[in-house]
């Protein structure tokens, strides 16, 4: 069961757009729809913001979107806000029917 | 809403056991399958264990394979872990999580609780 690899932090300026990688396998990422991302704030639980690759749930910001390449998903956030700094975690149901997640990336707002 | 409340933490031996509970309201428990996801001190989530919506499937990550076991109560929309043979390594917050998925296998969480922190210290 191996996790998926994000990059460990990304920055970017108010009103910017940055996007974050995960990268997995064709027994994950790429073999799945059910690949999702979570947004968490220091103490705080993590809150769904993307499900099945590139679906908003109702009440999260147009400004997340996601997609997916091959063994690659991602997450972009464009308008950057100071409140969209916190830690992402991407997951991915798996063929074990286990689920995987990312390393986490730490996104700074400057 | 989706309310999920985890109960059940504290601090515990290693090699000693702990049953986690996590109390479900707001939605039809029966319908979903839910979610066992931790997070160590400072670190990222690590996926535990899941349990179909009619309890007839679990899973397991290899690190809990074995030691735990996740179950549920549908007439009392309970879900619950037990962890045998704890490790220092098992301390963490743990989180109930309810899948996507209705009626169907598990998936990927959508709703979380809030969390029960497990510390295996002597």
């Known amino acids: 069961q191996s996790a998926l690899t994000q990059p460990a932090s990304v920055s970017g300026s108010p009103g910017q757009s940055i996007t974050i990688s995960c990268t997995g396998s064709?027994?994950?990422?790429?073999?799945?729809?059910?690949v999702s991302w979570y947004q968490q704030h220091p103490g705080k639980a993590p809150k769904l913001m993307i499900f099945?690759?590139?679906d908003r749930p109702s009440g999260v910001s147009n400004r997340f979107s996601g997609s997916k390449s091959g063994n690659t998903a991602s997450l972009t956030i464009s308008g950057l806000q100071a409140e969209d700094e916190a830690d992402y975690y991407c997951?991915?149901?798996?063929?074990?029917?286990?689920?995987?997640f990312g390393g986490g990336t730490k996104l700074t707002v400057l | 809403q989706v309310q999920l409340v985890e109960s059940g933490g504290g601090v515990v031996q290693p090699g000693r056991s702990l049953r986690l509970s996590c109390a479900a309201s707001?939605?039809?428990?029966?319908?979903?399958?839910l979610h066992w996801v931790r997070q160590a001190p400072g670190k990222g989530l690590e996926w535990v264990a899941v349990?179909?919506?009619?309890?007839?499937?679990?899973y397991y990550a290899d690190s809990v394979k074995g030691r735990f076991t996740i179950s549920r109560d549908n007439s009392k929309n309970t879900l619950f872990l037990q962890m045998n043979s704890l490790r220092a390594e098992d301390t963490a917050v743990y989180y109930c999580?309810?899948?996507?998925?209705?009626?169907?296998?598990?998936?990927?969480?959508?709703?979380w609780g809030q969390g029960t922190l497990v510390t295996v210290s002597s």
């Open positions: 349990i179909w919506y009619d309890g007839s499937n679990s």
């Open positions: 064709s027994s994950d990422v790429g073999g799945y729809k059910y």
């Open positions: 999580a309810r899948d996507e998925i209705e009626l169907a296998g598990a998936t990927i969480p959508d709703y």
């Open positions: 707001g939605f039809t428990f029966s319908f979903y399958g």
């Open positions: 099945d690759v590139s």
């Open positions: 997951s991915s149901y798996t063929s074990g029917r286990t689920l995987a």
